[in-house]
């Protein structure tokens, strides 16, 4: 952001040009000359990355006659004025380097004297450790409740630290965390020292070349068609140079918890993914191109993912990226092209099939207008390791179009997609048409509305001979309505749905949804109760399915902090009216907090509380309920030191 | 007369004498005769009075010990009897001398009598064998009467041998598991101890295989492009069966294809009903079993078929199922990424730690994957420090999947984020400016010491211009206006707020402007 920023800047501002323009300024006659750089002072390598920044302008200043920038930031509102100039303390650290901090004093008749100085930030070494530790005692609880352990004990470390020397920045960010209690623990947790996740990152940068390596927990992004947003442990590089990129990572196939399950460097090409990826840019930045190849395995299920199919998969892809920007952001074109080989289960005796995908895109914006469209075609056999969102075998088109206006905002957008892309004959085709609006109504800043409306309509064609032809449309309708006071929250939101089934099976299906969800939100005391009510109908059989939830959620503190007390609860209430299930299921946790010393020896955080949890189930048809309670006492504390 | 009286007396006395000398065993019997093996025998001795009191030694003589009568001292008859039960005797019949034998008290001798002593009749009592059954265990007991115990069984040479697999044990036993169907008339010995003497009975013993059906009625759908498979199931039979595609009783699906073990798999290529039939042949020997099933398959596009849940991933912001938060950290949610098949209501709800949280209803329409989020309100609740496990459960379409769990450790360390929200204020979302300076205000019920305020281009996450301010507003001053926006364009801004310490406690949503 700073970078962007000091480019920005320093476009406008080029040199020092004080002691020129100046005359009559506010209190008569202060030339830039005059203005002191006390801290750090001009050329002066800080050791801190919080340095206090203070400048003596020889007679009084505020923030009617001064603008102050530091790295392009406007802090003027947060200084510290004295009798004849200011100080200012940063809020946030200051990355090492260069800084720039420019000033413009305004005189009276509008003339202003400009100074610039520079100074810069070098932190060799900088910590930051957060200790945190819970040990929970039953007092008490039922007798059946044996999944809730007598005894249990977490501790976590969290640290992230970087060293700087030089053009060189090395990063690491770890959870170290210690678990230990009377029953066992669910997979993937294990009892002892664990390093749940990680992240080491190494930097070298000089002027415009960038060269950065990562190890540990990542998470990648590359293009809509190739990867996206895997998120899997391994190590990544990245080499900038001016317009010119080029990336690449190896990660484990699976999600992983715990350096006990690989710590995502063992390199082992049947169970990676791994990818590269160069580009470059145009035409100062209007024009990208880009290149992507990603091959590897995957496995279907890991920790945090389900899939139907199980086993192994193998795979590569290759993308081709371009991205044109036109008209100053008025019209922006994409277009993405692919091709995949893709075998969705290793094990079987079947090959890989290649196939391709690509998409065109227009998007721009024109004051409060804004628009995009979309043509997508993905192959019935595109797949890609790492990329398990993708839907194949799918062609449309989208288009979009909003307004925004003070008081009112409307984004409407159509599609057409459909699927069979090769029309094989011996399958139908699938056509699915969706027309979506939603209107906002701004006119009451405290009482913003709005309604929302969707149609989507598939209906098949092509359909063999002694095929069954399938249409089913769906209606969503939503309305919103929220009162803004103060700390004060009143939402609420009323959703109604039909699928309308048209084939032979005629199962339709209603669903409607209201909601009051008052939230109150403020510095000792937050509590946000929600009302729920659900209907779902099974047309075919006209029998309704009823969900009441209520929950709460209070949480505050007293006497400064040194007590705080939480309570959530929820009761769900849920019955048919064909009288096949009536059920009511309560729970509630609360939980009361002595935090007897607070920053005691400058960092330690200790308290005692109390904690109960209540659930009951109550199964009225079967007439069974059951209940269960269990009283803790619980002793935490956290620490933390920075350097 | 005195010689006459005199010779009386004599005769008296000698009569008397002689009377006393008299009592002796008057009359023995041994019944039945002929008695048989096993049978109770009884010998009857008599005495005609005794002077004093005396025993009779009954000696039935195979070698047993004798049997001792005792009599009173009395002058009437006295009867005694003495029971005997032979045993085996060494041939079919024997003789046997009877002896009663009357001690010295008693006068008169011995008595004896011959008794003929038989073995019994033997009969093999069990009519029918139940019927045996291949592979499957079979036992039954064969009984016999009348012989002289022990008894032994054995198959006879007349017959049929024992089905194989079945062994006869000289209990008369028979047991074991058959393994051929067959039907076979056995002749069944049985050998007695008397003698011994051998019985023989013809039985008719049965041997068949168990019936063998078609358990699998129906077949799930399958889908277009994707896997199939399903395992044909038999009941009864002689394993292993083996399963056919019955010839001219349709097809399966194209891309389908039948194993011998029953297994139907592959990938469908084409969608629609298709009916068949399946034979299965059981491994019944001599003769196989052959059992005969309509069934059918549906096959669906990935359109057409039910709602199902095929793939479910749950990360939070950093695109991992696992996260690190602060003790009171607000607004912590999660995200369930799904993809599906079909369309329809998807019911189900968020639990942490097993507990319900919110409901999820939702209406699903094929052709895209969808995410859904924990809700705002509640937030996943953070003041319990420790591991605590969320997940989304799926009601219906019923499931019985595995549902991921994602997880979020709460730290000890209090939270700095202000659970007050901090919202923009002037100018109004989506308000249309004049290109001039401009004060943007905003609102908090939070602590917050300090406030950093960002603008943006629409689409872009890199601001154009930021500025920390101590107050909650900002003057765009007019250098900066003219440097960094541009009249006609929208822009989006957004402020974000610190405590002293420079910790991040609040963001606000981002608004939106457009410079006339």
């Known amino acids: 952001m700073s970078g962007e920023l000091s480019r920005n800047w320093g476009r406008v501002v080029v040199l020092f040009v004080g002691g020129l323009i100046l005359s009559g300024l506010v209190a008569g006659t202060v030339s830039a000359a005059g203005i002191a750089f006390v801290s750090p002072g001009e050329g002066v390598e800080?050791?801190?990355?919080?340095?206090?920044?203070?400048?003596?302008?020889?007679?009084?200043?505020?923030?009617?006659?001064?603008?102050?920038?530091?790295?392009?930031?406007?802090?003027?509102?947060?200084?510290?004025?004295?009798?004849?100039?200011?100080?200012?303390?940063?809020?946030?650290?200051?990355?090492?380097?260069?800084?720039?901090?420019?000033?413009?004093?305004?005189?009276?008749?509008?003339?202003?004297?400009?100074?610039?100085?520079?100074?810069?930030?070098?932190?060799?070494?900088?910590?930051?450790?957060?200790?945190?530790?819970?040990?929970?005692?039953?007092?008490?609880?039922?007798d059946h409740l044996h999944q809730v352990p007598h005894r249990n004990v977490a501790a976590n470390l969290g640290n992230t630290t970087t060293f700087t020397q030089g053009n060189w920045q090395m990063g690491m960010t770890t959870n170290l965390r210690w678990l230990d209690r009377s029953t066992s623990i669910y997979a993937p947790e294990k009892k002892g020292m664990d390093l749940v996740n990680y992240l080491i990152s190494g930097q070298y940068q000089k002027d415009d070349l960038t060269l950065q390596i990562n190890a540990g927990d990542l998470q990648i992004q590359e293009t809509q068609n190739t990867v996206m947003g895997l998120a899997r442990r391994g190590v990544q590089t990245r080499f900038n140079y001016k317009g010119l990129s080029l990336d690449g990572f190896v990660v484990d196939s699976e999600q992983l918890f715990g350096i006990q399950e690989g710590s995502g460097l063992e390199f082992d090409s049947s169970k990676n993914i791994k990818g590269v990826s160069g580009g470059f840019s145009l035409l100062d930045n209007s024009l990208k191109l880009r290149a992507i190849y990603v091959t590897g395995v995957e496995e279907s299920n890991s920790f945090g993912i389900y899939d139907a199919d199980s086993g192994e998969r193998e795979g590569d892809v290759l993308g081709f990226l371009l991205q044109y920007q036109l008209l100053d952001g008025k019209l922006n074109l994409?277009?993405?092209?692919?091709?995949?080989?893709?075998?969705?289960?290793?094990?079987?005796?079947?090959?890989?099939?290649?196939?391709?995908?690509?998409?065109?895109?227009?998007?721009?914006?024109?004051?409060?207008?804004?628009?995009?469209?979309?043509?997508?075609?993905?192959?019935?056999?595109?797949?890609?390791?790492?990329?398990?969102?993708?839907?194949?075998?799918?062609?449309?088109?989208?288009?979009?179009?909003?307004?925004?206006?003070?008081?009112?905002?409307?984004?409407?957008?159509?599609?057409?997609?459909?699927?069979?892309?090769e029309e094989d004959s011996r399958l139908p085709q699938m056509e699915t048409s969706t027309?979506?609006?939603?209107?906002?109504?701004?006119?009451?800043?405290?009482?913003?509305?709005?309604?929302?409306?969707?149609?989507?309509?598939?209906?098949?064609?092509?359909?063999?001979?002694?095929?069954?032809?399938y249409r089913i449309d769906t209606s969503m309708y939503g309305a919103r309505v929220n009162y803004l006071k103060g700390p004060w929250n009143f939402g609420f939101n009323a959703n109604y749905s039909l699928q309308d089934d048209k084939t032979e099976s005629d199962y339709d299906t209603t669903n409607q949804t209201y909601s009051f969800i008052p939230t109150y939100y403020a510095e000792t005391l937050s509590f946000s109760p929600n009302l729920m009510f659900n209907r779902?109908?099974?047309?075919?059989?006209?029998?309704?399915?009823?969900?009441?939830?209520?929950?709460?959620?209070?949480?505050?503190?007293?006497?400064?902090?040194?007590?705080?007390?939480?309570?959530?609860?929820?009761?769900?209430?849920?019955?048919?009216?064909?009288?096949?299930?009536?059920?009511?299921?309560?729970s509630a946790n609360a939980q009361v907090a002595y935090h007897f010393l607070q920053e005691w020896a400058g960092f330690l955080n200790p308290s005692v509380g109390i904690r109960g949890l209540y659930n009951r189930t109550d199964d009225k048809v079967s007439d069974r309920d059951d209940d269960e309670f269990a009283l803790f006492l619980v002793l935490s504390s956290s620490m933390g030191f920075a350097f | 007369m005195k010689r006459i009286l005199s010779i009386l007396g004599l005769f008296l006395v000698l009569l008397s004498v002689s009377s006393v000398a008299k009592a002796e065993i008057e009359g023995f019997t041994v019944l039945p005769s002929p008695a048989t093996a096993g049978q109770l025998v009884t010998a009857t001795v008599t005495v005609?009075?005794?002077?004093?009191?005396?025993?009779?030694?009954?000696?039935?003589?195979?070698?047993?010990?004798?049997?001792?009568?005792?009599?009173?001292?009395?002058?009437?008859?006295?009867?005694?009897?003495?029971?005997?039960?032979?045993?085996?005797?060494?041939?079919?019949?024997?003789?046997?001398?009877?002896?009663?034998?009357?001690?010295?008290?008693?006068?008169?001798?011995?008595?004896?009598?011959?008794?003929?002593?038989?073995?019994?009749?033997?009969?093999i009592t069990t009519a029918a064998l139940p019927p045996a059954t291949v592979g499957q265990f079979y036992s039954a007991q064969l009984l016999s009467s009348g012989g002289v115990f022990p008894v032994s069984w054995s198959v006879g040479a007349d017959g049929d041998p024992l089905p194989t697999g079945l062994t006869l044990s000289p209990t008369g036993l028979i047991s074991g598991t058959p393994t051929q169907a067959i039907s076979a008339n056995v002749s069944f010995e049985v050998t007695d101890s008397c003698g011994p003497t051998t019985t023989v009975k013809l039985l008719a013993l049965s041997v068949s295989c168990p019936a063998l059906n078609v358990a699998t009625s129906a077949l799930p759908a399958g889908i277009v492009g994707q896997p199939y498979s399903a395992q044909l199931l038999s009941?009864?039979?002689?394993?292993?069966?083996?399963?056919?595609?019955?010839?001219?009783?349709?097809?399966?699906?194209?891309?389908?294809?039948?194993?011998?073990?029953?297994?139907?798999?592959?990938?469908?290529?084409?969608?629609?009903?298709?009916?068949?039939?399946?034979?299965?042949?059981?491994?019944?020997?001599?003769?196989?079993?052959?059992?005969?099933?309509?069934?059918?398959?549906?096959?669906?596009?990935?359109?057409?078929?039910?709602?199902?849940?095929?793939?479910?991933?749950?990360?939070?912001?950093?695109?991992?199922?696992?996260?690190?938060?602060?003790?009171?950290?607000?607004?912590l949610r999660v995200v369930a990424d799904l993809r599906f098949d079909g369309s329809g209501l998807l019911r189900g709800y968020w639990e942490v730690d097993g507990r319900f949280l919110a409901p999820v209803n939702q209406h699903l329409i094929y052709g895209k994957s969808i995410r859904l989020t924990?809700?705002?309100?509640?937030?996943?609740?953070?003041?319990?420090?420790?591991?605590?496990?969320?997940?989304?459960?799926?009601?219906?379409?019923?499931?019985?999947?595995?549902?991921?769990?994602?997880?979020?450790?709460?730290?000890?360390?209090?939270?700095?984020?202000?659970?007050?929200?901090?919202?923009?204020?002037?100018?109004?979302?989506?308000?249309?400016?004049?290109?001039?300076?401009?004060?943007?205000?905003?609102?908090?019920?939070?602590?917050?010491?300090?406030?950093?305020?960002?603008?943006?281009?629409?689409?872009?996450?890199?601001?154009?211009?930021?500025?920390?301010?101590?107050?909650?507003?900002?003057?765009?001053?007019?250098?900066?206006?003219?440097?960094?926006?541009?009249?006609?364009?929208?822009?989006?801004?957004?402020?974000?707020?610190?405590?002293?310490?420079?910790?991040?406690?609040?963001?606000?949503?981002?608004?939106?402007?457009?410079?006339?």
């Open chain 1, 435 to 469: 027309l979506s609006a939603d209107y906002s109504f701004n006119r009451f800043p405290t009482l913003p509305m709005g309604l929302s409306f969707q149609k989507t309509i598939m209906d098949s064609t092509m359909v063999p001979e002694g095929g069954l032809s």
């Open chain 2, 235 to 331: 009941s009864g039979g002689v394993a292993p069966v083996t399963w056919a595609l019955e010839d001219g009783a349709g097809f399966l699906p194209n891309g389908l294809m039948i194993t011998p073990t029953g297994l139907i798999m592959g990938t469908p290529t084409t969608y629609g009903l298709s009916v068949f039939a399946v034979n299965a042949e059981d491994s019944c020997n001599p003769v196989a079993q052959i059992e005969e099933k309509d069934l059918s398959i549906n096959i669906d596009t990935p359109v057409t078929t039910e709602l199902t849940i095929t793939r479910m991933q749950l990360s939070f912001d950093n695109g991992r199922a696992e996260t690190t938060v602060s003790r009171n950290q607000p607004g």
């Open chain 2, 48 to 123: 005609d009075g005794a002077l004093t009191p005396s025993t009779v030694s009954v000696d039935f003589g195979d070698g047993s010990a004798p049997s001792i009568l005792a009599f009173a001292a009395v002058t009437t008859d006295q009867i005694r009897t003495a029971t005997h039960i032979y045993t085996s005797p060494p041939a079919f019949a024997a003789s046997y001398l009877v002896q009663a034998t009357p001690d010295t008290s008693l006068g008169g001798s011995m008595w004896e009598a011959t008794l003929v002593v038989n073995c019994p009749t033997q009969v």
């Open chain 1, 334 to 421: 994409e277009g993405e092209y692919d091709r995949s080989d893709f075998d969705g289960n290793t094990a079987d005796e079947f090959s890989g099939e290649k196939d391709k995908a690509w998409t065109l895109r227009a998007n721009g914006y024109a004051g409060s207008y804004s628009y995009q469209a979309v043509y997508e075609y993905t192959g019935p056999d595109y797949e890609v390791i790492g990329n398990p969102g993708l839907q194949r075998d799918r062609e449309g088109f989208t288009l979009m179009g909003g307004v925004q206006k003070t008081n009112h905002a409307l984004n409407v957008s159509a599609s057409r997609y459909e699927d069979n892309v």
């Open chain 2, 374 to 516: 924990s809700p705002a309100v509640p937030f996943l609740p953070t003041f319990v420090e420790g591991t605590h496990r969320v997940r989304l459960v799926i009601t219906d379409p019923e499931n019985e999947i595995p549902f991921p769990a994602a997880l979020y450790y709460v730290t000890a360390e209090e939270a700095t984020a202000d659970l007050a929200p901090l919202r923009t204020a002037e100018p109004r979302n989506h308000a249309e400016l004049p290109f001039a300076p401009v004060t943007f205000n905003w609102e908090t019920a939070g602590s917050a010491t300090t406030y950093l305020v960002e603008f943006f281009i629409i689409d872009s996450e890199k601001p154009i211009a930021a500025a920390f301010t101590k107050g909650t507003a900002y003057d765009l001053p007019e250098t900066i206006l003219t440097d960094s926006f541009s009249a006609g364009k929208a822009y989006r801004w957004w402020v974000k707020s610190f405590d002293a310490d420079g910790n991040l406690m609040g963001v606000s949503e981002l608004s939106h402007f457009v410079f006339e």
């Open chain 1, 536 to 586: 779902s109908t099974d047309e075919t059989t006209d029998v309704d399915t009823d969900t009441l939830t209520a929950t709460l959620d209070l949480r505050g503190n007293l006497l400064n902090g040194v007590v705080s007390y939480e309570l959530a609860g929820t009761f769900n209430r849920m019955e048919t009216s064909n009288d096949t299930m009536e059920m009511d299921m309560y």
């Open chain 1, 46 to 142: 800080a050791t801190t990355s919080k340095p206090p920044v203070a400048c003596d302008v020889g007679v009084p200043v505020s923030n009617q006659n001064l603008l102050v920038m530091l790295d392009g930031i406007d802090v003027t509102g947060a200084l510290d004025f004295t009798s004849t100039g200011f100080s200012y303390k940063p809020i946030q650290p200051l990355p090492n380097g260069p800084h720039q901090l420019y000033l413009v004093i305004y005189a009276a008749d509008g003339s202003a004297a400009e100074q610039i100085f520079s100074f810069s930030t070098l932190t060799k070494i900088s910590s930051n450790t957060q200790i945190s530790a819970v040990y929970e005692q039953v007092l008490d609880k039922s």
